[in-house]
């Protein structure tokens, strides 16, 4: 079974700083990689996926993320942090037909 | 709003009880997939149902079960219930299985007591 780690249950950054999220993957073979966003009482919220074309991914409200197959990594990052960006983030990876999620990390925005 | 819709938002039932959730996916999806979110075990995978049929297992209990309609609703039927079966339990749907982008719904609230 695959396995997702997420680095860092809470995350807390200031306003205007850099948002960096981290998850590595377990995989023999090259996966789909995604990151949601889920805000409270909601449902998750697709941000961004790797589906092996460029390994520099841009997504939605001025995230992106890198892949990273040497480091089995696929970590999320945004260079300015804003108050709305305040919610829990999921790496998940597809293989073999299923989606396995990390744990999550709750970003807190400080103003 | 991701298109996907849930019912019931919240439900309260005692344990050995049976409920069924509903999910309706995004117009033009063929896809549904369930999962679990707890604080304990994080969000788990159950299943996928393309187009009418399972189409991939996770960790779905004996208890629970699930099917998708001719209409692509789906429901999952979870039966014996415990006080560990309290969770969020999402539906979300995509175009078909090889598409990845999946659209959640807002989730069932399950409380079991």
């Known amino acids: 079974a695959q396995s997702v780690t997420q680095l860092g249950s809470h995350v807390s950054v200031s306003e205007g700083a850099l948002v960096l999220l981290r998850c590595n993957y377990s995989?023999?073979?090259?996966?789909?990689l995604f990151w949601y966003v889920q805000y409270p009482n909601q449902g998750l919220q697709l941000l961004l996926k790797y589906t092996s074309a460029a390994t520099l991914v841009k997504g939605i409200n001025g995230f992106e993320a890198e892949f990273k197959k040497s480091e089995t990594s696929f970590h999320l990052a945004k260079p300015s942090a804003h108050m709305s960006d305040a919610a829990e983030y999921f790496c998940?990876?597809?293989?073999?037909?299923?989606?396995?999620f990390g744990s999550g990390t709750k970003l807190n925005v400080k103003p | 709003d991701s298109g996907v819709t849930q019912t019931p938002k919240h439900l309260i039932t005692a344990t050995g009880q049976r409920v069924t959730l509903r999910c309706s996916p995004r117009?033009?999806?063929?896809?549904v997939y369930w999962y679990q979110q707890s604080l304990d075990q994080g969000l788990q995978f159950l299943i996928q149902y393309y187009n009418g049929e399972e189409r991939a297992k996770g960790n779905i209990l004996e208890r629970f079960s699930a099917q998708q309609f001719p209409d692509l609703h789906s429901e999952l039927n979870l039966s014996s219930l415990e006080l560990g079966d309290s969770a969020l339990y999402f539906c979300?749907?995509?175009?078909?299985?090889?598409?990845?982008?999946?659209?959640f719904g807002p989730g069932t609230r399950l409380t079991v007591t």
């Open positions: 979300a749907s995509s175009v078909s299985p090889s598409s990845y982008e999946q659209y």
């Open positions: 998940a990876v597809y293989s073999f037909n299923k989606f396995y």
């Open positions: 117009s033009g999806d063929l896809s």
């Open positions: 995989s023999s073979v090259p996966p789909y």
